[in-house]
């Protein structure tokens, strides 16, 4: 049974910085593409960023600009996404997610579709 569980969101002043983890069980994160995705009340699922299992290739929305990395342990099966700067706007339910592809362009790994397991979600709330 595949699990992704998604820890360390909360409560953040702006400018501040939070460390997402997502811990996965029953696939490794190694030979999946893992993404995070973010979603506010009322608006579809958003993609922030996703790494690929060879290589490392990352992906991020034009609207990280650099505040946020994805990266993985695979000894722990564990995917990260260290996020700095936070604004207001970054306020949403963050969600891991894992993939088996394919992936034939870029685009394609900021489709929810394109995933095939989800964790539960983490709240982040930034406020001012």
């Known amino acids: 049974q595949v699990q992704l569980v998604e820890s360390g969101g909360g409560l953040v002043q702006a400018g501040g910085s939070l460390r997402l983890s997502c811990a996965a069980s029953g696939l490794s994160v190694s030979t999946h593409v893992m993404g995070w995705f973010r979603q506010t009340p009322g608006r579809q699922r958003e993609f922030v960023a996703a790494?690929?299992?060879?290589?490392?290739?990352?992906y991020y929305a034009d609207f990280v600009k650099g505040r946020l990395t994805i990266s993985r342990h695979n000894a722990k099966n564990t995917v990260y996404l260290q996020m700095n700067s936070l604004k207001l706007e970054d306020t949403a339910v963050y969600y891991c997610a894992a993939g088996v592809g394919p992936y034939y362009s870029s685009t394609d790994y900021e489709v929810s579709g394109r995933y095939d397991y989800w964790g539960q979600g983490t709240q982040v709330t930034v406020n001012s």
């Open positions: 790494i690929r299992w060879n290589g490392g290739n990352t």
